[in-house]
């Protein structure tokens, strides 16, 4: 038999568990609704990455926004056969340039069968106030 002590310690951890998964939930779909909403900013040759990208995004058709480290968001113009809905998991980024991603690297996503798309174009993205 459970004492009031114990049933109540029960109860309390059971109701903050949604509470703590409806937190990383709506922060989550704040980013994306940042992101979403954002603007791009100046064309850039270049993004450089110490060792990987931190996340990406599918934002359109033809682009998708990359995360680099120190909260960085580039949005990546992409061409070729490659379908942006298909970042499920990983992208493969194919770069000639080491650590840095130029306009004519190649990407692949994990669910695209090999297919890749060449960058085109480098823009600065920059994430919506979504505050108000």
Same mark, same amino acid.
């Given at each position: 038999m459970l004492n009031t002590g114990t049933l109540l310690h029960r109860l309390a951890l059971a109701a903050a568990v949604p509470l703590a998964l409806a937190?990383? !939930?709506?922060?989550?779909? +704040? /980013?994306? !609704?940042?992101?979403?909403?954002?603007? =791009? @900013?100046?064309?850039? #040759?270049s993004i450089c990455f110490n060792r990987n990208i931190q996340s990406w995004h599918d934002f359109d058709n033809d682009s998708i926004i990359v995360e680099t480290s120190g909260d960085e968001y580039y949005r990546l113009a992409l061409a070729g056969g490659c379908n942006t809905r298909n970042a499920f998991m990983q992208i493969a980024? %194919?770069? #000639? @340039? +080491?650590?840095?991603?130029?306009?004519?690297?190649?990407? /692949?996503?994990?669910?695209?069968? @090999?297919?890749?798309?060449?960058?085109? =174009?480098? $823009?600065?993205? $920059?994430?919506?106030?979504?505050? %108000?």
């Open positions: 937190a990383c !939930a709506s922060s989550e779909s +704040g /980013t994306s !609704a940042a992101i979403m909403n954002g603007m =791009q @900013g100046e064309e850039t #040759r980024v %194919e770069s #000639r @340039g +080491g650590s840095c991603l130029t306009t004519g690297d190649r990407i /692949t996503f994990d669910r695209d069968l @090999g297919l890749s798309c060449s960058v085109t =174009q480098i $823009h600065r993205w $920059h994430l919506a106030d979504m505050a %108000e």
